[in-house]
């Protein structure tokens, strides 16, 4: 090779490089590296080539990557996955794998980031193909022997999710000392098929029976738990929410100013749709509603009116009094049309009216005409019958309502026809009055409906909310089939879609109704996360005992009735999400964090207060009071749907003597008095805003212990 001094003149032929490159000692093979491996495998035989990769397969982490197809080769899964990551890669021809070996753990977990990043590139799975040669799983695992048989019969493997013995010493917080059962409240149905009999009224106006399943379910609501007004416009507007349907008042309303003019308003009957209006002709004195009616009889009105032959038009029809034999008829909008929600019933029942001009007129009208005579009606002196039409006067409204349920004189069921939402009347010498002949008479546009694929669950806070968001003012497009008739509930299944951005309300219901099981690497949520409801104080309260097990220690667990029956849906709608929804076999919860659990067979809402490391959490069951140790296996993590309120709360009774001082005979008076499920009533019932505790104040209870 020519030295530099010679090719001071001629640069070109320099090479410093060259001398290295054909001096083939200084070349250095390194035994193992990604080139060298990417060979066929030896042949089946050879032992120890055998025992040479079941070495490697200890030693390293490896991937086995299948060859399904002919351009997967070993350039591409050293370029898949970087030359700097893999340390071996073998490619074994019978089984048509590639077996790639990573240096370390972090070589081989960037790898698998890779394959989760790009999953459709290469068939990857971890250890051993699922296609095993039975000679080598024979050749690497020993024959099981009658001692090893043996052994594992008399050793079963341990779980973590066995039940083992409860530690009872180690609890830091008292279990109860009974275990009662839950009490399990079925609500009376509003009618039965007796109340259809032959010749009742309720038959008579009612002939498709749909009041027959008629619920009311927006008890909370009526004992004020949610907020039912919204004040705004400087408080001159009240938004209201209750029983399903949404309300605006003003506070200087228009029936305040009708109701000073005085009896002398002359109603009159429109010569096109039959509804009553106070806008006529001022010549012939031709009753119309509004412009879409007059415009419908403007060629008769032409041809008999002017200012010369003003008498010539019939005379307005004359308001009649009496009562009607039977309501007006429904109006059911047809499929494809757009329509209106009017109220809602249940989850998946609600009441819809059409949008067409033509019944936006009438509908608005028939309000006008049962507001402007519905103010003279009549109080009603007796108590209503069941099925009786009656003018119901809510705060500043007047409605046409239907009767439904008259047990209980204090708290009449009556369903608004109208408008379509089931209303608890309270004073009903104060707010029902007689209707007569012309308002029952009329039509009704509020058509029940049933919401095709939703199931009927008991109404969440989340669903409540957005039945009130669903302000009138939105257009929905009714699909529906009359096949689908649902001839036992008297409905018609459809479907709704929301016109302006095109949303499906059936799918948004079935969204928020079913609940979704949380990851367990969730946080999960607190008993703050759940509202409180507040129950009555004051005197002569009643009570419902939920649970007595701690009556030895002097305090109780009570809601009222009407909450207890509220906790027994909320409970079936814990069970439904705990056998078809729930996947979890297990699950430890986290101190003071909410679950679901299993107490007697039932899942139920609780509350993990203690945990001693046995298996068996302490849990409070929220709704009811008892504290029970729960095996892991019997606990699921709490959905985030479930937003139901807590409406149980301990009670400390009022001069109830130390345990030692009770004798035998004196507890179990005790436990019969307040047995759970019985219903107390309190003399006084106290709430120490200071200390947050209610007590009650019992009379008989010095009788009852001594």
């Keep these: 090779m020519p030295q530099i001094d010679e090719l001071i003149n001629d640069w070109s032929k320099w090479n410093p490089m060259a001398s290295d490159f054909y001096d083939e000692s200084q070349n250095k093979y390194i035994k193992g590296t990604v080139e060298e491996a990417a060979v066929s495998s030896p042949a089946s035989g050879d032992a120890a080539d055998w025992q040479n990769r079941n070495d490697m397969q200890l030693k390293y982490p490896y991937l086995v990557v299948k060859k399904t197809k002919s351009l997967i080769t070993s350039n591409l899964i050293i370029n898949f996955f970087g030359r700097n990551l893999i340390y071996h890669l073998e490619y074994r021809k019978h089984s048509n794998v590639f077996l790639v070996y990573f240096h370390n753990v972090g070589s081989f977990e960037s790898a698998r980031k890779r394959i989760s990043d790009a999953p459709n590139i290469l068939n990857c799975f971890e250890g051993r193909a699922p296609r095993n040669n039975h000679r080598q799983q024979e050749s690497q695992f020993p024959k099981p022997t009658e001692e090893m048989d043996q052994k594992c019969k008399t050793e079963p493997p341990v779980l973590l999710t066995d039940r083992g013995a409860v530690n009872m010493d180690c609890r830091t917080l008292a279990t109860s000392l009974t275990e009662n059962a839950h009490p399990m409240l079925k609500k009376t149905p509003l009618l039965c098929k007796a109340d259809y009999s032959k010749g009742s009224m309720l038959s008579q106006h009612d002939p498709n029976q749909r009041y027959l399943n008629a619920r ?101 029809k004359k308001v009649e009094e009496g009562y009607a034999a039977s309501l007006g008829p429904l109006m059911m909008p047809p499929s494809n049309s757009s329509v209106k929600i009017t109220a809602f019933e249940q989850s998946n029942v609600l009441y819809v009216r059409s949008a067409d001009v033509h019944n936006e007129v009438g509908y608005a009208n028939v309000l006008t005409t049962v507001t402007l005579q519905g103010r003279k009606a009549p109080i009603l002196r007796e108590l209503p019958q069941c099925g009786q039409i009656v003018i119901y006067k809510m705060r500043t409204q007047i409605l046409r309502a239907l009767v439904l349920n008259v047990d209980n004189p204090n708290a009449i069921y009556v369903a608004c026809i109208d408008f379509g939402n089931i209303e608890i009347v309270t004073k009903p010498h104060e707010s029902l009055y007689a209707c007569n002949n012309h308002l029952t008479a009329l039509p009704r546009y509020a058509i029940p409906v049933i919401l095709r694929k939703v199931p009927q669950r008991y109404i969440t806070p989340n669903l409540r909310e957005m039945i009130y968001e669903l302000d009138e003012t939105l257009i929905f497009e009714m699909k529906y089939s009359k096949r689908e008739f649902d001839f036992n509930k008297g409905m018609q299944r459809v479907m709704l879609t929301e016109l302006d951005y095109n949303r499906s309300l059936n799918r948004l219901f079935r969204t928020i109704l079913l609940p979704v099981e949380p990851s367990l690497s969730d946080l999960g949520y607190k008993e703050d996360y759940l509202i409180h409801v507040p129950l009555p104080t004051g005197e002569n309260v009643e009570l419902f005992i939920m649970d007595n097990s701690f009556l030895k220690h ?3 667990y009570c809601t009222i009735k009407d909450f207890a029956h509220e906790i027994t849906q909320m409970q079936r709608e814990i069970q439904m999400y705990a056998e078809s929804i729930a996947k979890s076999t297990s699950f430890a919860p986290v101190r003071e964090s909410l679950c679901i659990a299993k107490y007697q067979g039932n899942w139920c809402r609780g509350v993990c207060l203690d945990l001693v490391g046995d298996g068996y959490p302490s849990i409070l069951f929220v709704d009811y009071g008892n504290i029970t140790p729960t095996h892991i296996t019997d606990i699921l993590p709490y959905p985030a749907q479930f937003t139901y309120p807590i409406m149980t709360t301990v009670f400390d009774i009022i001069g109830f003597p130390e345990d030692s001082e009770l004798d035998e005979d004196a507890i179990k008076r005790l436990e019969a008095f307040l047995g759970v499920g019985n219903i107390i009533n309190c003399n006084e019932v106290i709430y120490n805003k200071e200390d947050n505790k209610f007590s009650l104040r019992l009379d008989l209870l010095q009788s009852l212990m001594f």
Excluded: W
């Design 216 to 316: 009311y379910e927006f008890i909370l609501e009526h004992h004020n738990v949610y907020m039912l007004e919204e004040r705004i416009e400087k408080d001159q507007i009240v938004l209201n929410y209750r029983s399903g349907r949404r309300f605006t008042e003003i506070q200087a309303t228009d029936l305040d100013e009708l109701s000073s003019t005085g009896d002398h308003i002359d109603l009159k009957q429109c010569y096109d749709c039959d509804n009553y209006t106070l806008a006529s002709c001022k010549y012939c004195q031709m009753p119309f509603c509004n412009a879409f009616c007059f415009g419908k009889l403007a060629d008769q009105h032409k041809e008999y009116c002017n200012e010369e032959k003003s008498v010539l038009m019939p005379k307005p």
């Design 554 to 556: 002097g305090f109780i």
